[in-house]
Nanobody
Framework: QVQLVESGGGLVQAGGSLRLSCAASGSIASINAMAWYRQAPGKQRELVTTITSGGYTNYADSVKGRFTISRDNAKNTVYLQMNSLKPEDTAVYYC??????????????WGQGTQVTVSS
């Protein structure tokens, strides 16, 4: 059974930094794209950033220059370094991965979510 487990959320003051981690575990044959989404109260879930298996990245305009996504393929882990945080970054952050479990086809997997709260 494949699982994504996130860690690293918390409370930080505006201008501060946080680093999120998301580790995939289980019987994994291959991981394609990985990404971070977020959902603020009363809003739809939005895509924050993606990274391909080859390391190509893409960012939402709202986080460009402040957030950095990276991944360690050997550890099946994706990271999100968040700098210069703003109150509007407050949300539940979800990890996503496109994974092919051993012996099966590709499927979408989601983490349980981790709360990030930025105080002004």
């Amino acid at each position: 059974q494949v699982q994504l487990v996130e860690s690293g959320g918390g409370l930080v003051q505006a201008g501060g930094s946080l680093r999120l981690s998301c580790a995939a575990s289980g019987s994994i044959a291959s991981i394609n794209a990985m990404a971070w989404y977020r959902q603020a109260p009363g809003k739809q879930r939005e895509l924050v950033t993606t990274i391909t298996s080859g390391g190509y990245t893409n960012y939402a305009d709202s986080v460009k220059g402040r957030f950095t996504i990276s991944r360690d393929n050997a550890k099946n882990t994706v990271y999100l370094q968040m700098n210069s945080l703003k109150p509007e970054d407050t949300a539940v952050y979800y990890c996503y991965a496109d994974i092919r479990p051993g012996g099966l086809g590709w499927s979408d997997y989601w983490g349980q979510g981790t709360q990030v709260t930025v105080s002004s």
